[in-house]
C-alpha cells in the first residue's frame, strides 16, 4: 500500500494548540497550462477552463498574458491574513508574470484571491462555499528547457475544496501555501515520480519523460502546511469529499452506539503495522540511494553498495562481479553460465574482524556450479530467498572452497540473493546473510533487495562504464602522443601529459621531438582547440604532419605556414596553436616560430634567471593568409627550454599573464633531475583535479656539443678524396679512443663520398663527425635527389653502398636541405 500519495493532509495546529481534523479535504482539481516559446497556449485543460472560466477553445493558440489573470484592478476589500494584506492586487502576482515573460529560469509559486467573472457565464459552478466572481488560487509555473516548443507548465488550483468544515480552524487554512520540493522527500517517491505524467497533457513518451524529469529536478509541487508539514501534489491530490467523510463518521457512530467495533478500528492494527513495514522499507531504500553512487569510480561504488546495506538490512554483503565489469571492459554479453568466473569485490560483515577474510578473500574469482542458488540467481535474474541454509546445501555450498570450510559461517543463516541487473543483464550479484537470532528474510525483504539490487546494478553500470569510456580514451591519448627518448642529440628531454578531468579525458593537446640532420632535433608543442575526439583526431593528423615536414627539414616558419595550408584543407572547423623549435647544439642556437601560441621560457644555466622569450605571436594554424616569422635565440649548454599548452597555466577569473608568471618562476627551481623538474612545475601551478582542459609540457635541457666533439672536412669533387675521407675518419676516431668503429665507419664514409663525389654538381662534399652518445657520420652534396635503397644484381656495378650502410649502421636516413640532401649514419659507441 502507498500510503504516502492518498494519505489525508497532516493535521495542523489551532491557536490553542490542538490538532486540527481534516485540514485538507476534498480533491482539489488542478488546472494544467502549457506555454510555448512564443508565448500561446499551446495545453488547456479541463481543470484550467473551470477554474479561470475560458473554453479550451479560446485559449489554445493565444496569447496566454491574455487568459492567466497575472495583475488586475485592485479590489475594494484586501484579505488580512495572520501575516498581513493576503496580495497587494487582484490576480496571480508578479512571480507568474515574470515566468511568462521569460523572466525567470527557476520555477515560482503563490497564492492570490482574484476575480473571474466570467466561471458562471461558462457554465462551470463556483466553489462550494465562495462567490462565483472570487477564486482563491494556488499555482506553480515551472520554466521548461530543451528541444521541444514548451517553454512553460504552469499548475493552479482553486483551494476551497480545502477549507475545514469547522470555521474555527480557518486559521489553519489561511496558512496553506505552494512550495516545491525533493519529490524522494516523501514516502512513495518512485510512486509519485511515476504518476507524475498523470496531470500533464497528452504527449510522446520522450517529451513527457523531459518535462517529468525538469520537474523533479526543478522542486515537485507541494502545499505547506508548516514549515515541516507537506503533502505532495498527486493525480488524485487530496481526500474524499465531505459528503463521503461525513457518510463515514455517521457508519462510525452507528457502530459505537450498537457496541461494535468501527470498521476504522477493525483494521487500524493490520494496517498501522503494514503502513510502518512500508515505509521503513522506503526509508532504507531513499537512505542506500543517497549513500550510493556518489562517485564513478567503479572501486569506491562497490564499496558504497556494500557498506550501504550492513549492518541496517543484513549482517553479511558479500559482492560479486562479472570478469568484464571488473576490467572495465565493455558490456558482458550472454547469459552467465557455469564456467563464467565471478570476481569477489567486497565483502562488509559485522562479525569480529578478520573472520572472514581468510576464509573468503576479496579479490579472489571463481565460477558457480549449477545446483547453487547463486547460479539460479545470475541465470534468471530474480533474487532467491533461502529462509534457512541447512546443513545439507551449506555443505554443497562449502564444496566450491578448497581446503577452506565455509560451514560455520553459513549454515542457519538466512540468506538472500540478488542480482545486480542493467539493461537487462546481469552484472554481478549480491549475498546477503542474517545472523541466526535475527529474524529470517521474508518476501518483503525480497521486494526491498530486489529494488536495492536495481538501482545499485544502474550505478555500478554507470560506473563501469565511465570506468570503460575512460580506458578507451586514456588508450586513443597514448597512442597519439610520441615516445619521446630522454636523450636526443646535444639535450635531454623531460614531457608530462594531463588529460583534462572536466570536459572528458581526450584533447587535442601534443609535444613531440624530431631528429634532424646536423644533430639538430626538433621540438614541439601544440594544442587543437575543444575537446573531445574530434580534436584528438585533429591533433594526430597535424602531429603527423608535423613530423613528417620536420623530417624534410623545412624551415620552422615555413613549416608553419605549410602546417596552415594544410589546415585548412582538412576544413575550417577546427583552429590550433603550435609552437615549433629548432635545437642546434653545434652552433648552440635555437630557431623558432610560434602560431598562436603561449611563449616557452627559457632558463639560463649561468645565473638560473628565467625569461619568457620574446616571439612574434603569429596566428592559430587554421587561420590562413597569415605570415609566420622565426627568430634564433642562443643559448649555453645547461640552458632549460619549457613548452606548454595553456592548460598549464591558465586560471579562470585570472589574467593569463599570471600563469605565465607562476610557470616562469616555478621553471626557474633548481632540481635534480628532469622529471623532477616537470613535477615541480605542476605542483607549483596546481595542475590538480578539477582541470577544464588538457596540458602539455615539454623540457629539454640544451647540454650542447663540444668543439673537440666534432670533426668537419671539406672534399674536392674527385674520386681521389674518397681515400683521403676515408683515411682522415680512421685517424679522428683513433684520436676519440674509438677505434673499434673505424674499420666500418671508414668502410661507411668510403660508400657515401664516393656516391656524394659522383652526383654533385659544384659544391664541395661535406664530411662531419659527431661524437654524443653515438656517433653521428654526415655527408652533405649539392644534388637534391635522394637515393634509394636497392637491391643490386651479381653483375651490377653500383647499387650496393647504401645496403652496405644499412646492414652496419645502427640507423641511417637521408634529408633534403636548402643547398642539397644530407646523407647519415649513426654506429653505437663501444662500452668503455
Keep these: 500500500m502507498d500510503r504516502g500519495t492518498e494519505r489525508e493532509a497532516p493535521p495542523s495546529r489551532g491557536a490553542g494548540g490542538g490538532a486540527v481534523e481534516d485540514t485538507a479535504v476534498g480533491r482539489v482539481p488542478l488546472a494544467v497550462v502549457v506555454v510555448d516559446r512564443d508565448g500561446l497556449v499551446s495545453h488547456w485543460s479541463t481543470g484550467a477552463r473551470r477554474l479561470f472560466g475560458v473554453p479550451k477553445e479560446d485559449a489554445i493558440g493565444h496569447a496566454a498574458v491574455d487568459l492567466l489573470p497575472v495583475s488586475g484592478v485592485l479590489p475594494e476589500e484586501q484579505d488580512v491574513t495572520p501575516y498581513g494584506t493576503y496580495a497587494d492586487y487582484d490576480g496571480l502576482g508578479p512571480g507568474l508574470e515574470s515566468s511568462l515573460d521569460g523572466g525567470l529560469s527557476y520555477p515560482a509559486a503563490g497564492r492570490?484571491?482574484?476575480?473571474?467573472?466570467?466561471?458562471?457565464?461558462?457554465?462551470?459552478?463556483?466553489?462550494?462555499?465562495?462567490?462565483?466572481?472570487?477564486?482563491?488560487?494556488?499555482?506553480?509555473?515551472?520554466?521548461?528547457?530543451?528541444p521541444g516548443k514548451e517553454r512553460l507548465l504552469v499548475l493552479a488550483a482553486d483551494t476551497g475544496g480545502l477549507r475545514p468544515d469547522d470555521p474555527e480552524h480557518d486559521m489553519a487554512y489561511e496558512r496553506i501555501a505552494p512550495g516545491f520540493a525533493l519529490h524522494t522527500d516523501f514516502p512513495g517517491a518512485q510512486e509519485l515520480a511515476r504518476r507524475l505524467p498523470e496531470i500533464l497533457p497528452s504527449m510522446s513518451v520522450d517529451e513527457s519523460a523531459r518535462i517529468v524529469a525538469q520537474i523533479l529536478e526543478l522542486g515537485y509541487p507541494v502545499l505547506e502546511f508548516s514549515q515541516n508539514d507537506r503533502v505532495p501534489v498527486t493525480p488524485d491530490w487530496g481526500v474524499p469529499r465531505r459528503a463521503e467523510r461525513r457518510a463515514r463518521r455517521e457508519q462510525a457512530a452507528r457502530a459505537v452506539a450498537e457496541g461494535l467495533p468501527t470498521p476504522q478500528e477493525a483494521a487500524d492494527d493490520a494496517e498501522d503495522l503494514e503502513?510502518?513495514?512500508?515505509?521503513?522499507?522506503?526509508?532504507?531504500l531513499n537512505e542506500v540511494s543517497g549513500r550510493i553512487g556518489t562517485s564513478l569510480d567503479l572501486t569506491r561504488t562497490i564499496v558504497e553498495v556494500s557498506r550501504a546495506v550492513v549492518p541496517r538490512f543484513t549482517d553479511v554483503a558479500g559482492t560479486y562481479l562479472r570478469e568484464q565489469v571488473v576490467a572495465g571492459e565493455g558490456f558482458p554479453d550472454g547469459v552467465p553460465d557455469t564456467t563464467t568466473m565471478w570476481h569477489r569485490v567486497a565483502l562488509e560483515h559485522t562479525d569480529e574482524p578478520g573472520r572472514w577474510d581468510d576464509v573468503v578473500p576479496v579479490g579472489e574469482a571463481m565460477p558457480f556450479p549449477a545446483h547453487t542458488p547463486f547460479f539460479q540467481c545470475m541465470t534468471s535474474g530474480e533474487p532467491v530467498l533461502v529462509p534457512r541454509i541447512s546443513e545439507e546445501m551449506g555443505h554443497a555450498i562449502a564444496s566450491q572452497f578448497e581446503k577452506r570450510d565455509i560451514r560455520p559461517l553459513i549454515t542457519n543463516?538466512?540468506?538472500?540473493?540478488?542480482?545486480?541487473?542493467?539493461?537487462?543483464?546481469?552484472?554481478?550479484?549480491?549475498?546477503?546473510?542474517r545472523h541466526p537470532e535475527r529474524p529470517v528474510f521474508n518476501d518483503m525483504d525480497r521486494v526491498t533487495g530486489a529494488e536495492l539490487a536495481a538501482r545499485a546494478g544502474l550505478v555500478l553500470d554507470n560506473a563501469r562504464m565511465y570506468t570503460y569510456q575512460e580506458n578507451v580514451a586514456e588508450t586513443l591519448q597514448d597512442s597519439m602522443l610520441p615516445v619521446i627518448p630522454a636523450r636526443m642529440a646535444g639535450c635531454d628531454i623531460a614531457t608530462r601529459y594531463l588529460p583534462g578531468t572536466l570536459l572528458g579525458r581526450v584533447g587535442g593537446d601534443w609535444f613531440d621531438s624530431v631528429k634532424l640532420p646536423g644533430a639538430r632535433t626538433a621540438l614541439v608543442v601544440g594544442d587543437v582547440m575543444g575537446h573531445g575526439l574530434n580534436s584528438a583526431a585533429m591533433m594526430g593528423q597535424l602531429r603527423t604532419a608535423v613530423e613528417t615536414m620536420a623530417a624534410l627539414?623545412?624551415?620552422?616558419?615555413?613549416?608553419?605556414?605549410?602546417?596552415?595550408?594544410?589546415?585548412?584543407?582538412?576544413?575550417?572547423?577546427?583552429?590550433?596553436t603550435c609552437l615549433y623549435a629548432v635545437y642546434d647544439p653545434i652552433a648552440g642556437e635555437l630557431h623558432i616560430a610560434n602560431a598562436g601560441h603561449i611563449p616557452p621560457v627559457l632558463v639560463r644555466a649561468e645565473d638560473g634567471r628565467s625569461e619568457l622569450l620574446d616571439l612574434p605571436t603569429g596566428a592559430p594554424i587554421g587561420v590562413g593568409g597569415v605570415p609566420f616569422e622565426a627568430v634564433r635565440v642562443r643559448v649555453e649548454p645547461g640552458d632549460r627550454l619549457v613548452m606548454c599548452t595553456d592548460g598549464l597555466v591558465e586560471v579562470r577569473g585570472e589574467d593569463i599573464g599570471v600563469g605565465l608568471a607562476a610557470l616562469s618562476e616555478s621553471a626557474a627551481h633548481p632540481a635534480a633531475s628532469m622529471d623532477e623538474a616537470c613535477d615541480t612545475i605542476i605542483r607549483a601551478l596546481n595542475v590538480t583535479g578539477g582541470r577544464k582542459d588538457d596540458v602539455a609540457l615539454l623540457m629539454a635541457r640544451l647540454n650542447g656539443v663540444e668543439p673537440e666533439d666534432v670533426a668537419e672536412w671539406r672534399l674536392a669533387l674527385d674520386p681521389a678524396e674518397v681515400g683521403r675521407a676515408r683515411s682522415a675518419v680512421r685517424e679522428q676516431l683513433h684520436d676519440w679512443g674509438l677505434a673499434k668503429l673505424a674499420d666500418n665507419a671508414g668502410l661507411m664514409v668510403s660508400e657515401l663520398v664516393t656516391n656524394a663525389v659522383r652526383h654533385s654538381h659544384a659544391r664541395p662534399v661535406a664530411l662531419r663527425l659527431v661524437r654524443g652518445d653515438t656517433l653521428l657520420c654526415e655527408v652533405e652534396d649539392d644534388d637534391h635527389e635522394l637515393p634509394n635503397l636497392r637491391s643490386a644484381g651479381e653483375s651490377d656495378e653500383?647499387?650496393?653502398?647504401?645496403?652496405?650502410?644499412?646492414?652496419?649502421?645502427?640507423?641511417?636516413?637521408?634529408?633534403?636541405?636548402?643547398?642539397?640532401?644530407?646523407?647519415?649514419?649513426?654506429?653505437?659507441?663501444?662500452?668503455?
Excluded: C
Aim: proline share 6%; net charge positive; hydrophobic share 45%.
Design 275 to 284: 503502513y510502518a513495514a512500508v515505509r521503513e522499507h522506503l526509508e532504507f
Design 413 to 433: 543463516r538466512s540468506m538472500l540473493v540478488v542480482p545486480l541487473k542493467a539493461r537487462n543483464v546481469v552484472l554481478g550479484f549480491m549475498i546477503l546473510l
Design 112 to 146: 492570490a484571491r482574484l476575480t473571474v467573472p466570467e466561471r458562471s457565464e461558462a457554465g462551470v459552478p463556483p466553489a462550494e462555499g465562495w462567490g462565483s466572481d472570487r477564486v482563491d488560487v494556488l499555482w506553480w509555473a515551472y520554466p521548461l528547457v530543451g
Design 553 to 576: 627539414d623545412l624551415p620552422p616558419a615555413q613549416l608553419l605556414r605549410n602546417l596552415d595550408d594544410l589546415a585548412q584543407r582538412l576544413g575550417d572547423s577546427y583552429l590550433a
Design 798 to 832: 653500383f647499387g650496393r653502398g647504401l645496403r652496405v650502410v644499412s646492414t652496419l649502421a645502427r640507423e641511417w636516413g637521408t634529408s633534403r636541405t636548402r643547398r642539397g640532401k644530407t646523407v647519415w649514419f649513426e654506429l653505437t659507441l663501444p662500452r668503455r
